[in-house]
């Protein structure tokens, strides 16, 4: 069994009470928090209670603002893979079904990935929020700029590794409605 990160999408933020309703499955990516995944919890980021594990390591953000910037660093790598058929059919599928799910927030669920390292979880997210996601948020917005070539050049090098995930309406861990 390979661990994962999980994105869902929902117009409420889980508390510790009770988890929205309906959740819609967006993404699942194996062995890491791919940068797609990052970007799209980018903006309005906050730490909420998990939907699927105890501790409190589930990332909310804005769905519309993290998609924007998804397609927009999307369209910058592109534009050194014009060729590669692969990517547009990734491209595709992805910008597909994020319209498809659309919701008011982006539910990213950490657990698996978290709970890898020596770090506690709890702290891992919140390293997340507070320095990953910004970074990477920063690094794309520098490269849709015009800025920071280096930068997307070498997303565009492994582009696979950083948005090839799985896009779906069922996830490992899916929520009924």
Known sequence: MANRSYLFSADSVPTEDDIPKPIRCISEHNWAIPLAHQLLVGYGTTVVPSMIWSPRIGIAADYDRGAA???????AVGQGLEEDDEFARCVKTTTTHLESQRAQYFLLETGEMVSLGDEDPVAAVERLVSADIPAAVASAEAAIAGENQEWLASVRA????????????????????
């Open 158 to 177: 492994d582009w696979q590794e950083h948005f090839a995930s799985f896009y779906g309406k069922a996830l490992y861990y899916s929520f009924p409605e």
């Open 69 to 75: 910037l998804l397609r927009g660093l999307l369209l």
